[in-house]
T-cell receptor, first 113, second 115 residues
Framework: QQQVKQSPQSLIVQKGGISIINCAYE??????FPWYQQFPGKGPALLIA?????SEKKEGRFTISFNKSAKQFSLHIMDSQPGDSATYFC????????????FGKGTKLTVNP | ETGVTQSPTHLIKTRGQQVTLRCSSQ?????VSWYQQALGQGPQFIFQ???????GRGNFPPRFSGLQFPNYSSELNVNALELDDSALYLC??????????????FGSGTRLTVV
């Protein structure tokens, strides 16, 4: 059973556009939801994270929207740039629990100039 | 402040062989987690080490084992390699063990190819 489902698998956006990646989770005990960015040949790097007590978190051009009742969260990248082209992973975990970071399958984002 | 360092970066092994991968955690971090990332997939949790003891394990067979040393560095050992073990192996360090499943810093990984 896949605990974190991510869509779309790939996404092509024009420079300056908005990139939106969605994730849905199964386990209601998850209480930490990070997004990671991974460039080819590199490990994932933490981009932004949210806890379920807030519905939105913004850091620069990156925003997480969180819907606890629907068990969904999404990443919005405003004013997308070619340098944002990478694979993005959503993840979830439980504080103090044995459930470590559970990742989605990833979204390959391409931002065309 | 140094990041997470993994070695080697690439290696090729034959099916049935054994392999050891190494990880140096980020300065100030005392917890190390290992993940397997198959091509085109998200990382999957293998196990975590905190204070030199295994602190959580994912759905991986016993031939995947590990160690953590007093300086918080870690090793991942895989015995009886199978073709499906071909993947990018990621090490992530953090602080605080199971109480803090956040703040992970990932290394660039070791690309293992089993032939």
């Amino acid at each position: 059973q896949q605990q974190v489902k991510q869509s779309p698998q790939s996404l092509i956006v024009q420079k300056g556009g908005i990139s939106i990646i969605n994730c849905a989770y199964e386990n209601t005990a998850f209480d930490y939801f990070p997004w990671y960015q991974q460039f080819p040949g590199k490990g994932p790097a933490l981009l932004i994270a949210i806890r379920p007590d807030v519905s939105e978190k913004k850091e620069g051009r990156f925003t997480i929207s969180f819907n606890k009742s629907a068990k969904q969260f999404s990443l919005h990248i405003m004013d997308s740039q070619p340098g944002d082209s990478a694979t993005y992973f959503c993840a979830a975990s439980i504080q103090g629990g044995s459930e470590k970071l559970v990742f989605g399958k990833g979204t390959k984002l391409t931002v065309n100039p | 402040e140094t990041g997470v360092t993994q070695s080697p970066t690439h290696l090729i092994k034959t099916r049935g062989q054994q392999v050891t991968l190494r990880c140096s955690s980020q300065s100030g971090h005392n917890t190390v987690s290992w993940y397997q990332q198959a091509l085109g997939q998200g990382p999957q949790f293998i196990f975590q080490y905190y204070r030199e003891e295994e602190n959580g394990r994912g759905n991986f067979p016993p031939r995947f084992s590990g160690l953590q040393f007093p300086n918080y560095s870690s090793e991942l050992n895989v015995n009886a390699l199978e073709l499906d073990d071909s993947a990018l192996y990621l090490c992530a360090s953090s602080w605080g063990g199971a109480r803090t499943n956040y703040g992970y810093t990932f290394g660039s990984g070791t690309r293992l190819t089993v032939v």
